[in-house]
């Protein structure tokens, strides 16, 4: 697992290599001063990579917030622009609970099944390096993102239909359960987001963009110490989202 400084090194040495790309090509390149900014919303898929392993399905929760993209230039066929956002997102993970016989594990004291997901808001951070190509001004684009994403957490819910104490342990094929009631211990998150999408221009109205995202974490939201539990505990988040931009200037 890579540390933080190493992540943010590297990133910083990317930027320093696409200026230098800028400088080398800018006889070729025809240059844009495009500034949008604008509203995004969407739906989330999360998960969370544990090491040992607890079987889940995807956990589904609302992300939306504000987005900025400025247009630098146009290099040959490709569009090149920076994009960053502010979201709100309700990432986390949903337990599947099944027993031997992949069924699902009864509770012996209410006689239902045994259902189990947490639910941890953040503040998301994605600054992207945006490429397109298509219609510029009026009429549809293809695109390519990517880049570092940073997460604040905010708060974290837990929603079970057991009391821990009276959970079925004996029936569970897997017998991976200690983050049940472990508080998240890492509040800053980071990873690595590269999506694919369509944006739609329209004068005088706007850019209409659809995205496919994904999202890997670098850190680990619980400890990952040779003392602690798990060795490994990152987000994966699947995104689907729609963002509309409205032009400044350009």
């Not at 990579?49 to 987005?67: E, K, N």
């Not at 549809?140 to 079925?168: H, I, W, Y």
């Not at 974490?217 to 988040?237: A, M, V």
């Amino acid at each position: 697992m890579q540390s933080f400084s190493s992540v943010v090194i590297r990133f910083y040495l990317c930027v320093i290599c696409l200026l230098f790309t800028q400088q080398i090509s800018a006889q070729v390149g025809e240059h844009r001063n495009d500034l949008s900014v604008g509203v995004n919303g969407g739906y989330v898929f999360s998960n969370v990579g544990f090491v040992p392993t607890v079987p889940q399905g995807l956990h589904g929760g609302m992300t939306g917030g504000f987005s900025l993209r400025y247009v630098c230039e146009k290099y040959f066929l490709t569009y090149c622009s920076v994009l960053a956002e502010v979201n709100y997102s309700q990432i986390g993970w949903k337990e599947n609970i099944l027993d031997r016989y992949d069924q699902p594990v009864i509770n012996k004291v209410t006689g239902i099944r045994e259902e189990y997901s947490r639910t941890a808001n953040y503040i998301q951070i994605p600054i992207f390096a945006h490429l397109a190509w298509g219609r510029e001004r009026k009429g549809c684009q293809f695109f390519f993102q990517a880049g570092p994403q940073f997460g604040f957490l905010l708060g974290e819910s837990t929603k079970m239909n057991f009391n821990l104490a009276e959970r079925n342990i004996e029936d569970r094929i897997n017998k991976t359960y200690a983050q049940d009631s472990m508080s998240i211990k890492n509040k800053f998150d980071y990873g690595i987001a590269a999506g694919l999408g369509l944006e739609y221009s329209i004068p005088r109205v706007g850019h209409f963009l659809l995205e496919g995202r994904y999202y890997y974490g670098l850190g680990n939201i619980f400890g990952d110490s040779k003392r602690d539990y798990f060795s490994k505990s990152n987000y994966g988040n699947i995104y689907v989202k729609l963002t509309y931009l409205m032009d400044i200037f350009h």
